[in-house]
């Protein structure tokens, strides 16, 4: 009897050593999504961290699959926090959530509002001046 409790014992251990390997590869792939499409949407992902926040099955084209959602932070503005999602079967991105970002026109009507009402100095500001500095 103790050799079958023993071996249980051991395939329930595999079983969850190999899910934690699985996640662990999973999550990579949701890293390097993420940092992507911050790149490509005009936001910096933060602290490189992505973890997983939910679990759920979804039928794709009348089969079900593991869908894994993983939540993030990034920044607009880079003196800003917002929350970001994005949702993964397997290595495929399905669905992603990110703050928007603001018109060029609307960050110099932004940045002058906030230079008058407090003392936070905008980035592109501060290489702006910089730049002029130099020439």
Same mark, same amino acid.
């Given at each position: 009897?103790?050799?079958?409790?023993?071996?249980?014992?051991?395939?329930?251990?595999?079983?969850?050593?190999?899910?934690?390997?699985?996640?662990?590869?999973?999550?990579?792939?949701?890293?390097?999504?993420?940092?992507?499409?911050?790149?490509?949407?005009?936001?910096?992902?933060?602290?490189?961290?992505?973890?997983?926040? !939910?679990? !759920?099955?979804?039928?794709?084209?009348?089969?079900?699959?593991?869908?894994?959602?993983?939540?993030?932070?990034?920044?607009?503005?880079?003196?800003? !926090?917002?929350?970001?999602?994005?949702?993964?079967?397997?290595?495929?991105?399905?669905?992603?959530?990110?703050?928007?970002?603001?018109?060029?026109?609307?960050?110099?009507?932004?940045?002058?509002?906030?230079?008058?009402?407090?003392?936070?100095?905008?980035?592109?500001?501060?290489?702006?001046?910089?730049?002029?500095?130099?020439?």
């Amino acid at each position: 009897m103790s050799n079958l409790t023993d071996m249980l014992v051991l395939l329930a251990l595999g079983a969850t050593i190999g899910a934690w390997m699985k996640l662990s590869t999973a999550r990579e792939y949701a890293v390097r999504e993420a940092r992507a499409q911050c790149q490509r949407h005009g936001v910096q992902l933060l602290d490189e961290t992505v973890g997983l926040r !939910r679990v !759920r099955v979804r039928r794709v084209n009348g089969q079900r699959h593991l869908e894994r959602c993983y939540g993030f932070e990034v920044s607009v503005a880079g003196n800003d !926090r917002a929350p970001g999602r994005l949702w993964m079967i397997g290595r495929s991105l399905t669905s992603l959530s990110l703050p928007s970002v603001e018109h060029p026109a609307d960050v110099t009507a932004t940045a002058d509002n906030a230079q008058a009402t407090s003392n936070v100095v905008m980035l592109s500001e501060t290489r702006r001046r910089s730049g002029d500095r130099q020439h």
